[in-house]
Structure formats: C-alpha cells, structure tokens
C-alpha cells in the first residue's frame, strides 16, 4: 500500500523539477544561440540591449573560428544561423514598443510623449508604418484613462498656473484615445442630466475664477479656450 504514494511523490518531484533544468539548459546555452531564440521584435519577448548583441556577436565570431578548426560544418551553418537571426532582431530592436512603468499622470505624460516622438521618427524614417503606430499607442489607453480618470476625482486650482498647463498638456495627449467626452453644445434635458450625474466623472475648478491671464493676449485666448473645453469633459461611466 505504500508503494504507489511513495511513486506518486517521486513523480511530482520530477515533474516540478522540470521547468527548471529547462532554465538551466537555456542558461548554460551560448550568448548567442541565448538571444537568437528569445529576441524578436513583438512586445511579448525579451528586450536585449545594443551591449547584450555585440558581446552575443563576439563569442559568435570566436564560436566560428573554433568550429572552423574542428572541421564541424554542421556546427558553423548553426552559429551562421543564430548570428543571421540575431542581426534580424537588432533591427527588429529599433521598431519595438514596449510598456514602461506608469504609476501616476505624471508617468503617463512623459511617457506618452517619450512614445509619441520616436513613433512620428520611426515612421518618417520608414521604419514602422501608421497603422504600427496605432497599434503600439494602445499600449497606453489604459494608463490615459485611469489617469484621467483620476484628475476628475480632484479639483484644479485655477490659479496654478503649473497645474493648469499640466492638466491641459495630459488632456491633449490622452484626446488621442478619443474617451473623454464633453457636454459643451449639450443643451436641455440632455445636458442637465449629464452635468448633475454623479456617475459621470467631470473636471472641476476648486474655485471660482475669473479667468484672468497675464501675457500675450493671443497666448492667453488660447490658453482659457483650452480650459474652458477641459472643464466640460466627462467619462461615460
């Protein structure tokens, strides 16, 4: 009777010890054979640094010349195939997005725009194409709107200045998304309704103001335009 437990536990044993002697086998691999099967240009795998694919080169180089000595053909059409891969993937590098980390809107706004410019540079570049651009944006729906979101749950100080441009400068970038609502021209039943409804998130003023701006007249037009359109923004649910 204690035979088939004492199988069963060996059994586990085995099978929970598995994932890791694939981890080691994969860790004890060349550098270059390594990158070669992990790398790629999709969000999902590993990203690899410009000095991760010049050290996985180099000990190609040097795994060439060795195979070379042996006389081991086989061998040196397998490293010519990593080293080819590996070359795919360092282009591959230059057109891949990745998600950083964003923990507040401050986060969202630098990254976003981090984004934004090397996306516009890789499509000017002919690199990536706009429908490749649309999709990576994605990435940042989410963050836009919890940011949003958040920014609705609090008041802004009108006479901020600093906090007012921020506002307008995430509001402008998380517009892309096309989330953010506005009951402006909602007139009536409609527009009543909307403002008074408490599940509607809103931005709001924490005081009354006048909109007094100092500066260049045009400047300043344009500034109270924008605010004025944020301060009639909402999230539908």
Do not use: W
């Not at 590993?46 to 991760?52: F, L, R």
């Not at 410019?117 to 490749?132: F, P, Q, S």
């Amino acid at each position: 009777m204690r035979f088939f437990p004492h199988i069963f536990l060996c059994l586990a044993a085995l099978l929970i010890g598995a994932p890791a002697q694939a981890d080691d086998l994969s860790d004890k691999q060349p550098s270059f054979t390594r990158i070669a099967g992990k790398c790629g240009g999709d969000a999902s795998m590993p990203s690899y640094s410009s000095a991760d694919y010049a050290k996985a080169m180099a000990d190609a180089a040097k795994a060439i010349k060795s195979a070379t000595k042996e006389g081991s053909r086989a061998r040196i059409t397998a490293i010519q195939n990593s080293v080819a891969r590996l070359k795919e993937c360092m282009d591959e590098e230059t057109r891949k997005f990745i998600l950083p980390s964003i923990n507040n809107c401050a986060d969202f706004l630098n990254e976003y725009n981090s984004f934004s410019a090397r996306a516009d540079l890789l499509m000017r570049t002919g690199k990536i194409t706009a429908e490749d651009r649309a999709r990576a944006r994605e990435m940042f729906r989410k963050p836009a709107m919890d940011c949003v979101r958040h920014m609705m749950t609090m008041c802004i100080d009108p006479t901020n200045t600093r906090t007012v441009d921020f506002v307008i400068n995430v509001m402008k970038a998380a517009a892309e998304f096309e989330f953010i609502l506005s009951y402006g021209r909602k007139t009536g039943l409609e527009g009543l309704l909307i403002t008074k409804d408490p599940s509607k998130p809103k931005m709001t003023f924490c005081t009354d103001t006048d909109y007094a701006c100092r500066g260049d007249k045009a400047a300043c037009n344009r500034r109270i335009n924008q605010i004025k359109a944020i301060m009639q923004t909402y999230l539908d649910g």
